[in-house]
């Protein structure tokens, strides 16, 4: 009878930290100092993401062994960055730019705009290296792209939906309004200039509710598929955002 053995992660010869490092080298003979300085913001930022969220996508014996790795004492004990390999980079691209970005970075449209751009650069970097699989690095470059392009637009959006939701003047604990739903990270279903379409779950059945009275400025910004944290109220028979957090294009 034969068993199937199943191989027990080790540590990286050449771990993200390494492989990051060796980015920023090459990016240190090329770039201007003001440009650079981003670049390193940028990947310090990423390193602080996959130390903190990057075990929580990781396989059951990957997790035995991050945790023995972290539970560890004096010189045994590491962090993500120093345990797993170049290819965790690109797995968690994804959450960096539509989640870490977003909701734990607070920073202005121009520096989110060059977040996409330096993920794109590094994911392009990671396959001429030789790091990670040319199809790997073009999920990377996809990502970057789309960041580059929609993490202005969220932001500004959010801006001006917080700025609407401020000037509805009702208070969400007050609960002044003929109808109410609570926050919580809605997807946008649908989008007309100034109105708002938002899936949502009641007794376990997934509905859409709208229109949600917006700015026309935010939805010539927001797309479907994007989704928002938010509050929603219906005042004088229209839904409103009442409570504003973030947009998440990603």
């Excluded at 035995?64 to 962090?79: K, L, T």
């Excluded at 977040?115 to 690095?137: D, Q």
């Excluded at 003047?169 to 309004?177: E, L, V």
Aim: aromatic residues 10%.
């Amino acid at each position: 009878m034969t068993r199937n053995v199943i191989q027990f992660p080790e540590r990286a010869d050449r771990n993200i930290e390494m492989v990051l490092e060796e980015f920023l080298a090459e990016q240190r003979k090329r770039l201007k100092p003001r440009t650079l300085l981003r670049y390193e913001d940028i990947v310090e930022l990423l390193k602080d993401h996959l130390n903190g969220y990057g075990h929580t996508g990781l396989s059951k014996a990957e997790t035995v062994f991050f945790d023995r790795c972290c539970n560890s004492e004096g010189s045994e004990q590491q962090e993500f960055c120093r345990i797993f390999g170049p290819e965790k980079i690109i797995e968690n691209m994804g959450d960096f730019l539509g989640y870490f970005m977003v909701r734990k970075v607070m920073a202005g449209a121009d520096f989110k705009r060059s977040s996409g751009t330096v993920i794109k650069k590094l994911s392009k970097w990671l396959t001429e290296k030789g790091y990670i699989s040319e199809e790997a690095a073009r999920d990377g470059v996809d990502e970057g792209i789309a960041a580059a392009r929609d993490l202005p637009r969220a932001e500004q959006a959010a801006e001006i939906l917080y700025r609407a939701s401020a000037g509805v003047g009702i208070d969400p604990a007050g609960r002044d309004f003929e109808d109410f739903m609570e926050f919580d990270q809605y997807t946008i279903a649908g989008i007309e200039p100034g109105k708002l379409w938002v899936k949502i779950y009641e007794g376990g059945e997934r509905d859409t509710l709208g229109p949600v009275a917006v700015p026309e400025g935010a939805t010539f910004l927001l797309a479907k598929g994007w989704d928002i944290s938010c509050a929603l109220g219906k005042v004088n028979g229209k839904w409103r955002i009442i409570d504003m957090g973030n947009v998440y294009p990603l």
